[in-house]
C-alpha cells in the first residue's frame, strides 16, 4: 500500500490558524470536527520583514606587489508567496605566493568551488517542479573543495601552488562552511565577534597544545606556515562547519593580511559602527594597513537578516 | 610572501637529496688538503660532500666535509655568524664519543664555513626505513634508542654548557657498517639559518613545540628521539602529519608488537610541557634498559604507569614502578533494584510517571507496576499486542496504541478504559500529546490528531504508507517517516504537509531534532540530518546494516544503534564518528544518555552503560534473551525490558 506522495512545494509561510481562508483549505480528506485547527497559542516566528543577506567586499593588494587573495560573492533573494529560500555564497581563498603562482591557485579554488555549489545546490532551487536537490549540502561542500583541490593541484603538478578556501554557504537560516588553511570565518551576533573556522597553521597548533599564547601569536615569526593548504597533493582533509544563525548579525570572511594582523576586538569594533557595509570593509582595511600589514588584505562582510 | 606548508617542507627537505646550490664539484681542493670526491647529500642551508685527505698522499683517507652559506649580506652579520659557527666547531671538535664523528678541522674560505668531519659507513635510518617492509622490532629499537641516549647524553653533559643536538631524526641517525648507532649533522648549520623569514627552522614533525619559540635545551632533544622512535616505530611519517599529534596516533594502534610499558616511555618523551620528560638522556636510558631486560610478558611489562610523569619526581630521576599498580575496575554485573514477569517478550519501551512505571507487552496487556519495588497496581486488556506501542501518560490517563488498530485512554490510577479510537490498521507508532491532544501513525497509512479527554479526531493526514515511527512533536510542527522511506514535518495545527524528504527505504526510527536539525534512521542503514525548516538533508551518516534504532541528542552529539552491531557517536553539525561501540548483536533499542552514560540493548542479551566519553564499559547487566527496548530513566533508575518477559528496574 506504498505509494508515493504528491510533491509539495514548501511554503516559506506558516498557515495562520485563525484565518477563515485556512480553514476552507486543510486536507480534504481529513474528518472534520467543528474546528479542525489545533489552537496551538504559538504565533509564527517569522519575522516580519523579508529575509536579506547584503554583502561588501574589498579585496586589495595591500603592501604587496601582487594580489594572491580571491574572493567571490554570490546572493540572491525572490519574492512572493512561494518565495525562495535566502541564498548567500561567499568565498575567500589566499594564494601561497613567493616563489609560486598564488595568485592562479586562489582564482582557480575559488572559481570551482563556486561552480559546483552553484550547480548541485542553487540551480535545483531554480526548479519549479519536483524536489531540491537529494544530495547532502555538507557533502557538496565538501565535494566542492575536492574539486578545486584536484583542479588547482592538476593545473601544474610540477609547480608548487597552493591557496587557502574557506567556503560560507547561506541557506535559509543556515550556515555551511567548509575551510582549509588560515583564512577565516567570523559571526558577529548579540555582541560578540565568534571565531567559525579553526586556523590550520603552526601558529595555531602552538597555541593549541600550550606552547604559544594568543597574544605572542601575533608577534610570531612562523606565522605563515600552514599546515594544510588546497592544491597540495591528490586528496585534501576539509573541515566542515554548520550553525544555525540568530535572526540578525553579521559574516566575516577574511584573509590573514586582516586578522592576521589586526585583534578581534578592534575586528568587532570596525564591524559593529553604524556604518554601510562598504563603509566597515574599507575601514577594515584601512585599520590592517594601520597595524602594519604587509600582506594582501581581503575582508567580505555580509550583514543578515533572516 | 613565501608560505610554506609542512608537507612541502617534508618533501623539500626530506627526500630531495640533491645538492642544490652551485656547490663544489668533483676535484675541487679546499684550504689545499680536501679534495672534493662527490656529494653526500644537501639540506636547506647546507651540503655535504665526500673528499679525500690529500695530507696523506700514499693512502686514500676519506672525510666528510659539511659546507654552509653564510647567507647575509650584512658585513657584521657576516662576522657574528662566523664566530658562533667557530665557536660551535671548536666544542664539538673536544668531544670524544664513539656514537659521535670526530671533528678534525673547521675553517671558512669566501661566503662558505666548512666542518670536516670523520665519515660515516652506512646508511641512515630514513633510507634503513624505505627498505624496510616490516615495522620496527621493539627490541631493536630499544636497542638503537639506548645507544643515542648515550650520545645525547654525553652532549648535555658538557661543561659549561649543554650542547644541544636540536636536529634528532631519523635521516640524522646513521647505522654504520658495524650495526652500530651513529649521530650525524649537528644542528651547527642552524647558525647559518636565522633571519631567514618564511621557512621553518629544525625539521617539521620531530622538533619539540618549544623549539619554535627558539628555545633549544636537551629536553628538546629527548622528545625529538620520541618522535623518531614513533616514527620507526609506527612508518608514520610526522612530516606529513599535524605537528605534535603523536598522542592522536597511539603506536600500538598501527604495530600492535610494542608493549604499553615501551608506548608509554615514547610518550612520556613527547610530552608538551619539557617538565614532563625524562628529566635527562640518562633517565631515559635507564627506563629503557629496565624494559630491555624483562620479557615482554612481564607483569610489570602492563603498567603503562611506569613511564607517566611522576607527581613527585623520584630522587634517582629514574622512573620507578610504584609497588602496587592500581586495579581498574572490571566491568561489573549490576544487581536489578526488581523485576517484574509479563506473560510474553516486552519489546517497548516503559513510561514512568509519578512512582508508577507502564508497559505494554505482547501478552495484549498494558501493565502498571510501582516503580519503587516493582509491585503489579494493574493490567489492561488489548484484543491484540499493545508490545509494538510506548505508554504515554499525561495528566491522569495513559494513552497506548495496540495491533488491535485502537488507540487506547486509559485511567492511570485504576486501569480503567476512559476511551479508545479505531483506524484501519494495526498501531504500532507510540502516542504523543500536545496541546490536549493525541498524536499518532497507523499501519492504515494516515496520521492523527485526536483531542485528548474524549478521543475525537481533529484531524487526519494521509501519510501515504504506515506510520510505525513515533512522532517528534515541538511547538508547530510534527515530524515522523514512513514505511514508504519518507521523512514527514506536519503543521500541527493543521495536519498539513509542510515538507517531506526521501530514504532509500522504509523510516522505522523515530526523529530527534536538536537545533533546528532531524535526526532520524532508516532502514537504508543510513543516519539523516535534515533541516527542521525546509527538510533538505545536511549530512548522513552509512551504517553498514539498518537502521531502526531511534536517535538520541545530546551534548551535540547523536547516539544511535544500528543492526551492523555498532552503537554510532557521531558530532551533530557534521555527522562526523566521534566513538563507536560494537557488541555481539544487533542494536534495535534506541539509546539514552544520562549522567555522562549512554544506556542501550542488544540482541545480545545485555543492557549496557558506556561513559559518554570514550565508550568505556560502566557495567552490563545479561538478561539472557535479546533486548530490543529501550531504556528509559528516572530517578537514576533504568526501566527496560527484556524478550524473556521480565522488566527490570537497574541502578543507573
New interface residues.
Partial sequence: MNETPPFIQPEDKPHKPETTEAKSTVAPTAELDDTAIINTGVLSNQPDNEPTLRAAVRCDVGARERNEDSCLVFSTEAGGHFSLVPFGLYIVADGMGGHTNGHVASRIASRVAAHYILSKIYMPLLQTVGPPTQVPIQEVLLDAVQAANTAVFEDDPEVDSGTTLTVALVLGRRLHVAHVGDSRLYLLAEGKLEQISSDHSLVQRLQDVGTLTAEEATMYRYRNVLLRAVGQGEEIEVDTYMRLLPRAGKLLLCSDGLCGFVPDEKIQKVMEQDISLPQIVDELYETALASHSNDNVTAVVVDFSL | ????????LASKRGRQKKAQRSGLQPGDMLQERYRIVGPLGAGGFSSVYQARDMRFPNVTKLCAVKEMVIATPDPQMRELTIKSFEREASMLAMLDHPAIPDVSDYFTEGDRSYLILELIRGKDLDEWLEEQTDYLDQETAISWAMQVCDALYHLHSQKPQPIVFRDVKPSNIMLDHRSRIRLIDFGIAKVFEMGD??T?IGTEGYSP??Q??GQAEPAGDIYALGATLHHLLTKQDPRLE???TFAERPISKVNPSVTPAFEAIIMRCLS??PQDRFPDAKALKDALEVLAMRPATAIFDSNPHLAMPQTTPPQTGVAVPPVAPPLVAVPSQVQPLWQFKCEDEIRGKAAVSQNMVFVGAYDNNVYALNSENGEFFWKFPASDSVGGSTPFVYEDSVFIGSADKHLYCIQRRTGRQNWRFATNGSIYASPVVR?D?VFFGSDD?HFY?L?VHQG???????????VRSTAYVD??RIFFG?????IFCL????????????AKRSVTSSPAVA???VFVGSLDGTVY?L?A????????FRSRRPIVSSPTVHDNTVYIGSSDGNLYVLDM???RQQWSFEIDGQIASSPVVWNDAVYFGGTDGVVYCLSTKKGDINWKFDTGAPVISSPTIADGVVYIGSTNHYIYALPA
Avoid: C, V
Fill in positions: 610572501m613565501g608560505r610554506l606548508t609542512t608537507r612541502q623569514k618564511g621553518m613545540p618549544e619554535y619559540r599535524p605537528p605534535f608538551y610541557d496541546y491532544h497509512g490528531a483531542e475525537r479526531s481533529k484531524w487526519k493526514a494521509n501519510a501515504y504508507a504506515a511547538e508547530e514512513t514505511e514508504g522511506g519518507y503543521e500541527i495545527a493543521s495536519g498539513k504537509t509542510k515538507w517531506q524528504a526521501q537545533d533546528e536539525i540530518a533541516d525548516n525546509t527538510g533538505w538533508i545536511i549530512w548522513r553539525d557534521t555527522g
